[in-house]
């Protein structure tokens, strides 16, 4: 692990009691130059038996309910994370919640669609939404671009890109995915259109295929293959990658 996010006082990551969420605090609070607050959201911390020990374990990691599906736990969470950030504000929000759920054409309805939009798309809209206020507050107090400031990055996946749906990189098949995915990096240069002249960098990160209950066995990467190389990325995220959307090895991927 070769990251450093010593410059970035404070990371959200939703979405962190399995998975790649979980696979991030494991890891920012195991490198020297971690973020001064790690806040590890969860939909139900209780149940979060290994996120809880992490946060026993170590100073600066806090967790806080959040279902990114309801305006009522968002607006509560925010409220928990402004008492929790104070004055230098959220420096780095990691929408990383997500859900999949097995849809191809014959197996496809409209309520996995509207559940896996509702999550996937809806929520890390309306979740960034809510900590604007935080954000704007962090990046109010420095200059350039990048998570020392304040930057959004949305884990999307290489499934959304519709170029690279054809062919072989169409052998995954998933409607309701896919289309969340894409609509997600949607959402996401609409943001980077909107907040580039308040300096609040904008990415959609794909993570790779990753060993995960979402991703399954067959996934070539490890969750700690696959985080180094993202927490490496985002520590790297500068001006120029603003609006973009790229993997874990920092590369563009075709929208």
Not at 17 to 26: N, Y
Not at 93 to 107: F, G, K, M, Q
Not at 140 to 166: D, E, I, P, Y
Not at 175 to 184: G, H, I, M, T
Request: aromatic share 6%; hydrophobic share 40%; glycine share 8%.
């Amino acid at each position: 692990m070769n990251f450093s996010f010593s410059k970035c006082h404070s990371v959200l990551i939703t979405g962190a009691s399995r998975g790649l969420g979980l696979q991030m605090v494991k890891q920012l609070v195991a490198v020297p130059e971690r973020p001064e607050k790690i806040i590890a959201t969860a939909r139900n911390p209780a149940a979060a038996k290994e996120l809880q020990e992490l946060a026993k374990s170590h100073q600066g990691i806090h967790v806080i309910s959040l279902d990114v599906t309801s305006d009522t736990s968002v607006d509560e969470a925010a409220k928990d994370v402004d008492s929790v950030v104070g004055a230098n504000g959220l420096n780095c929000l990691i929408n990383n919640a997500a859900i999949n759920i097995s849809s191809d054409l014959n197996t496809v309805t409209r309520d996995v669609v509207m559940k896996t939009f509702e999550s996937n798309t809806v929520a890390p809209l309306f979740v960034t939404k809510a900590f604007l206020p935080l954000l704007r507050r962090a990046a109010a107090q420095g200059s350039g671009m990048g998570m020392h400031r304040s930057a959004v990055v949305n884990v999307s996946s290489v499934l959304g890109s519709v170029q690279l749906n054809w062919g072989e990189g169409a052998s995954f098949k998933s409607y309701a995915y896919r289309a969340s995915k894409s609509a997600l990096n949607m959402v996401t240069r609409s943001l980077a259109t909107d907040l580039k002249a308040e300096g609040i960098l904008c990415v959609a990160l794909h993570p790779g295929w990753v060993r995960t209950d979402m991703g399954g066995p067959m996934a070539p990467l490890s969750p700690e293959e696959s985080i180094s190389s993202v927490l490496n990325v985002i520590s790297g995220l500068k001006e120029k990658d603003h609006g973009g959307y790229v993997d874990y090895t920092g590369s563009n991927l075709p929208w």
